[in-house]
């Protein structure tokens, strides 16, 4: 899937180039399944999320979903077909308060998309909120408050409230507790696990912090300048990473595994590159220790290196062969 946004400047803002903000991602989710979705600060993690949501079109690409009828492509449906897929698709912001009008009470909230689509009303109305209420583990009586009564934490449990209101097969949590205290982070992840098990939801959990996502995730894909650079089983990718980049995330976080110790600092060096002009070749030659002349001209295709593990990297093998004599590449 592509999305690209065109660059304006100038007073007349006349489009002067194009941002690849997602550039030929292709990723397949399973009924069940948490596909974490990593990468730094403008690496496409939202954009992906919105074009999952049919927030925004796709420049190409589709998104297939495969419901009771089959499978079905998002951007052909129209009217109550599109209503419908959309409804499976649902999502969990980064910052809770931002999206809840301050003037309705948590019930209204909850209630509202399931007013909005006509799913339900009256006291069947009423019971579905309490029922969420309870659900993400808050009181009936905290439905009658204003959005400003409640802790972070409780916010984001109404933003999940709200999310399964409409019965969703899909949950996209992007960046769902970056914005809380640390010490109710976890009690939100919990919940989010938990609700993920009992519903059957798929999901995907988009992060920063890699060794988070791993935690939550069965697969994880790695992006970088709208481009996955790395995407397999979480455990594989989190310990074996192929890809310099995934190795340079890693590294960046400061933790106590003694795996990571042992490879020793790979930190990410340089800056994100301009997503409007991006380095010619491998998008990560630049800030890229093991990078070669090759990799300045030819852009490495997203390859399977060991079963369902891919990287895009010219000398991923290399980089597995090294990993697996315990040396540090
Ligand atoms: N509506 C838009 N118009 C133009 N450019 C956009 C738009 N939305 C996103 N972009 C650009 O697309 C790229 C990807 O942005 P996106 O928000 O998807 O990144 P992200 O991985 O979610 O980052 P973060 O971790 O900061 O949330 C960035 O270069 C961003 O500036
Ligand atoms: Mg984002």
């Known amino acids: 899937m592509i999305k690209h946004y065109p660059l304006r400047r100038g007073l007349l803002h006349r489009a ?23 990468g730094e600060s403008g690496s496409g993690k939202s954009t992906l999320a919105r074009l999952l949501m049919g927030l925004e079109e796709p420049t190409s690409g589709t998104v297939h979903l495969r419901l009771q009828g089959g499978l079905v492509d998002f951007g052909k ?17 980064q910052n809770p308060a931002s999206s809840m009008n301050p003037h309705m009470s948590i019930r209204e909230i909850i209630a509202e998309p399931l007013r909005v689509q006509g799913l339900a009303r009256g006291q069947e109305l009423k019971s579905r909120v309490q029922d969420l209420l309870v659900q993400v583990g808050l009181l009936p009586r905290h439905g009658d408050l204003s959005p400003r009564a409640l802790s972070g934490g409780q916010l984001q449990r109404v933003g ?40 059957g939801l798929s999901c995907i959990f988009i992060a920063h912090n890699l060794h988070l996502v791993r935690c939550l995730s069965h697969r994880i894909a790695v992006l970088y300048l709208g481009r996955v650079v790395e995407v397999g089983p979480a455990q594989r ?22 795996a990571q110790r042992r490879r ?21 030659h630049p800030r890229c220790a093991h990078a070669q002349a090759r ?7 997203l390859r399977e290196i060991s079963q369902g593990h891919r990287a895009a990297c010219h000398y991923a093998e290399a980089i597995k062969a090294t990993a697996s004599r315990g040396e540090a590449p």
């Open 264 to 284: 020793g600092p790979r930190a990410l060096a340089g800056e994100i590159p301009d997503a409007a002009h991006p380095p010619s070749g491998c998008v990560f």
């Open 77 to 93: 449906l129209r009217g109550r077909d599109l209503a419908g897929a959309r409804r499976t698709v649902q999502m969990v912001f």
């Open 160 to 199: 999940i409230a709200r999310a399964l209101a409409l019965k969703p097969r899909l949950l996209i949590a992007d960046e769902p507790v970056s914005a809380l205290d640390v010490s109710v982070q976890s009690q939100v992840l919990n919940l989010l696990m938990e609700l993920r098990e009992s519903m």
């Open 16 to 38: 002067t180039g194009t941002l690849r903000a997602v550039d030929g991602v292709d990723l397949e989710l399973s009924p069940g399944e948490t596909l974490g979705l990593v």
């Open 237 to 258: 990718v989190s310990s074996a990473p192929l890809h310099p980049y995934t190795q340079g995330l890693l590294d960046s976080i400061p933790v106590n595994h003694p």
């Open 295 to 301: 990799c300045q001209q030819e852009a490495p295709t």
